[in-house]
């Protein structure tokens, strides 16, 4: 079990934890790193981030079915097999869309989500996953 200290660490690093901790269960898109590192270093609560992230990460493999209707855990109905995280802390929201696959999941493509529905624009980041997903990038 990983212990993360309360005082933040280099988000590299944190990133690095999630993918020993997590890497056998979860796939993740090479270009996901540097959105999640540059993210969540801007963030302000990167423990607090991380440790809700992996915390969920958790939970999803314990799950059959993964449209069980969590509140954090959403099917894209308009989308075929896309689905958000939504990850919040000190009143910032963000979003991981990730896929499923024969190996498990896929971590896509990770932005910060404004307040607000109507501010919030899956399409312009669900085609960035999807291109992900099919390896067009």
């Given at each position: ?5 309360e005082?933040a660490?280099?988000?590299q690093?944190l990133y ?7 890497g056998?269960k979860?796939?993740?898109?090479e270009?996901?790193?540097?959105e999640?590192v540059?993210?969540i270093?801007k963030?302000g609560s990167?423990?607090k981030?991380?440790?809700q992230?992996m915390?969920?990460l958790?939970?999803i493999i314990?799950?059959d079915d993964i ?10 109905k ?7 995280l939504?990850?919040?802390a ?5 979003r991981?869309l990730f896929?499923k696959?024969?190996k498990g ?5 990770m932005?910060?989500?404004k ?12 085609p960035i996953?999807?291109?992900r997903r099919?390896?067009?990038?």
């Open positions: 079990k990983i212990v993360l200290k005082r660490q280099e988000p690093k690095k934890l999630v993918e020993i901790t997590l056998n979860y796939q993740f898109h270009d996901f790193a540097p999640f540059e993210l270093s963030s990167e423990v981030l991380l440790k992230l915390g969920r958790r939970m314990e799950l449209d069980c209707g969590l509140k954090w855990l959403e099917k894209l308009a989308y075929d097999n896309m689905y958000s939504h990850l919040d000190d009143s910032k929201n963000y991981i896929s696959n024969e999941k896929l971590f896509l493509h932005f910060y989500e307040d607000g529905k109507t501010n919030t624009s899956y399409e312009k980041h669900v996953a999807i291109s099919d390896g067009t990038t």
